[in-house]
Nanobody, 125 residues
């Protein structure tokens, strides 16, 4: 059974930092492309960042480029999202997702096969 569990969310002031983690189990972690999405109340789930299977190629939404960094540890089966210079607009539930295709980063949520339950990030002004 594939399972993804996010952690590391919380309340932070604008300009602060958080590091999200996504612990994966039940599959060969290194065979999947991985992504982070976020969703605020009343809004569609949007792409934040993704990382490819084999060579660590990354992709970022324009709104977070230069502030967020995605990485993964295939030995620990863990995906990370380092978030710096946080803004109130970053407030959302953040989800990690796994793509069995394992190819280029997919920016569409429909391209992912497995999802975590999400972790809340709240940024105060």
């Amino acid at each position: 059974q594939v399972q993804l569990v996010e952690s590391g969310g919380g309340l932070v002031q604008a300009g602060g930092s958080l590091r999200l983690s996504c612990a994966a189990s039940g599959y060969r972690f290194g065979s999947y492309a991985m992504g982070w999405f976020r969703q605020a109340p009343g809004k569609e789930r949007e792409f934040v960042s993704g990382i490819s299977r084999s060579f660590g190629r990354t992709s970022y939404a324009d709104s977070v480029k230069g502030r967020f960094t995605i990485s993964k540890d295939n030995v620990k089966n863990t995906l990370y999202l380092q978030m710096n210079s946080l803004e109130p607009e970053d407030t959302a539930v953040y989800y990690c997702a796994a793509d069995q295709t394992g190819g280029p980063v997919n920016r569409d949520y429909s391209g992912y096969d497995y999802w975590g339950q999400g972790t809340q990030v709240t940024v105060s002004s």
